[in-house]
């Protein structure tokens, strides 16, 4: 029977190929029947060689040290071997992001990285024996982990949770984790736009006290404080410092150990200045250029209508932005309101000496004609009588002299009216001259606290942006 030739490049595709590959190369007289017998026995031991070469997880030296540690491992018992030795917690933080700071509710969220590392006791292995293996890692839940809560925790941010921890040879755990913490702190905003906000972060063990479980550093509390090199710095907050205390909590039901991280952050102002506070001075030298106007003038009524139409606008522009706290009220909001309160006490008093110098003029020029009007109704009768008497009296010379002296009196009558008129407008002039003068008192009292208003607003701005800029 002719044999066939085998073609090498059909095993190189099938491992029991290959395996028959192999042995027809060491054997090459092998007949073609010997080779229809010994094919299935080639296809066992190509099996079988597969089979040793795969290596099994079971079999693998991960699995048998994670199932060393853990299969008698007891979650719910603190990891040390003498029960009066403390397990200590060393604790460590990065400020990631300021996201929101809620003035109104007294909340600040932030984005932090939080690491915790301790020792347990019961988790370590002699590397040696395991390949070399230095550090695996192990779920969290399957372990013992310190119950660390953050005390000014108000409420439950988006933070990714991460199910496994690492841990070494020696039984050092280390857990590290993003959070998005939303605390309770209180915010000041008088300072607003510079102010400076100061959020405490506190770590402690929600059961065990500090004789079960203490806290430490893990870095140095200079090296923390200083550390900005996480932070993002492309927000309307900017990151101080972080300092850190370390404290003991007294309390009824023990001494618990703590942790304090204070979060110093400040505002940056260069859009509150060009937004807020340079249309406000401007809009308070406008205002200040209104007191050179006469005080009698309309046109001064009129001009601060508008000035104070334009701070009610600017005063709900400056609403949306300006954050609200019912704690404190932001020092822009007092300098304004008090403006306004000078704005509109000006305009009261402008009013006020408009309505008098009115009224005066009126009852000036009444009294002359009420004058006049009755020296005519007296002259009527007279003239009456006049004519009854000369109707009884029959001398036309007596007639004559009658009617002389009528006109005489007629023109003394009128010069009296005219005199009255004149003695009458010089008192109402009298009158407009001291109310002029009393007004231009109370006016220019009235610019002069306007200008040292504004003269404190504007130094004490410059004073909050020295201290802003000197931390």
């Not at 003068?437 to 004490?460: A, E, H």
Request: charged fraction near 20%; proline fraction near 5%; glycine fraction near 4%.
């Amino acid at each position: 029977m002719e044999r066939r030739p085998f073609r090498r490049n059909s095993a190189a595709f099938y491992p029991a190929g290959k395996f028959a590959f192999l042995f027809f190369e060491t054997f090459p007289g092998t007949p073609a029947s010997v080779m229809a017998c010994l094919w299935p026995c080639i296809l066992v031991a190509a099996s079988g060689i597969l089979a040793i070469d795969t290596p099994h997880p079971r079999n693998s030296v991960l699995h048998h040290l994670t199932k060393q540690l853990l299969q008698k491992y007891h979650k719910e018992v603190r990891p040390v071997h003498n029960w009066t030795k403390a397990t200590t917690v060393y604790l460590d933080l990065f400020v990631h992001a300021v996201l929101d700071v809620d003035t109104q509710n007294q909340k600040l969220k932030t984005s932090i990285w939080y690491r915790e590392v301790w020792v347990d006791e019961f988790l370590s292995w002699n590397s040696s024996m395991f390949d070399e293996i230095r550090e695996i890692s192990l779920p969290l839940s399957a372990i013992w982990a310190p119950d660390i809560i953050i005390n000014e925790f108000v409420d439950i941010g988006r933070s990714p949770d991460l199910a496994y921890v690492y841990v070494n040879s020696s039984g050092t755990i280390k857990n590290s984790k993003p959070i998005q913490v939303v605390s309770a702190c209180s915010l000041e905003t008088y300072a607003f736009p510079f102010d400076i906000q100061n959020c405490s972060l506190t770590f402690n063990s929600l059961l065990h006290t500090v004789e079960d479980v203490d806290l430490a550093f893990l870095r140095s509390r200079e090296e923390i404080k200083r550390d900005k090199k996480a932070f993002l710095n492309d927000s309307e907050w900017e990151l101080i410092s972080l300092p850190s205390t370390y404290s003991i909590l007294q309390s009824s039901a023990g001494d618990f150990a703590q942790i304090q991280f204070n979060v110093v952050i400040r505002r940056r102002p260069l859009v509150y200045v060009v937004n807020l506070l340079i249309p406000s001075i401007f809009l308070m030298l406008v205002d200040l250029g209104s007191f050179y106007l006469p005080l009698n003038c309309r046109v001064r009524i009129v001009f601060k209508t508008s000035v104070l139409v334009g701070y009610t606008v600017f005063r709900v522009n400056m609403s949306n932005e300006v954050p609200r706290s019912a704690g404190s009220i932001p020092l822009i909001g007092v300098f304004f309101t008090v403006c306004m309160a000078f704005l509109v006490l000006s305009l009261s008093k402008s009013i006020l000496l408009v309505k008098l110098l009115h009224n005066e003029q009126r009852s000036g020029q009444e009294q002359p004609l009420l004058c006049l009007r009755g020296d005519t109704d007296a002259d009527g009768p007279r003239m009456d009588a006049r004519a009854q008497h000369a109707g009884v009296t029959e001398s036309p010379i007596f007639q004559e002299h009658q009617a002389q002296s009528g006109t005489l009196k007629e023109v003394w009558f009128q010069l009296q009216s005219i005199s009255n008129y004149l003695r009458t407008q010089d008192q109402v002039d009298q009158q407009d001259v001291e109310w002029l003068s009393l007004l231009y008192r109370f006016d220019r009292l009235l610019f002069r606290s306007y200008l040292v208003m504004l003269g404190l607003y504007i130094i004490t701005l410059c004073s909050l942006w020295v201290l802003w800029s000197g931390l």
